[in-house]
Nanobody, 114 residues
Framework: QVRLVESGGGSVQAGGSLRLSCAAS????????MHWYRQAPGKERELVAS???????TYADSVKGRFTISRNNARNMAYLQMDSLKPEDTAVYYC????????WGQGTQVTVSS
């Protein structure tokens, strides 16, 4: 069974940084694209960043230049480094992959205060 577990969320002031981690199990991690989504209260879940098995990455315009997605295939881990955080980045952040089915982690809360 594929499982994704996020960690690293918390509360920071605007301008601060956080690093989210996603631990994957039950899958051939190195062949899977990995994604980070977020959902703010009252808003739809949105794609924040993606990293392909090749290591190439894409970002939402709202986080480009501030967030960096990465992966460690030896450890079955995906990461989201978030710098220059803004209050509008406040949301629950989810790790996601498609491996035989769409798989979501439980989410980790990120709160940015002004």
């Amino acid at each position: 069974q594929v499982r994704l577990v996020e960690s690293g969320g918390g509360s920071v002031q605007a301008g601060g940084s956080l690093r989210l981690s996603c631990a994957a199990s039950g899958m051939n991690f190195r062949i899977a694209a990995m994604h980070w989504y977020r959902q703010a209260p009252g808003k739809e879940r949105e794609l924040v960043a993606s990293i392909a098995s090749s290591g190439s990455s894409t970002y939402a315009d709202s986080v480009k230049g501030r967030f960096t997605i990465s992966r460690n295939n030896a450890r079955n881990m995906a990461y989201l480094q978030m710098d220059s955080l803004k209050p509008e980045d406040t949301a629950v952040y989810y790790c996601n992959t498609y491996y035989r089915s769409n798989v979501w982690g439980q989410g980790t809360q990120v709160t940015v205060s002004s």
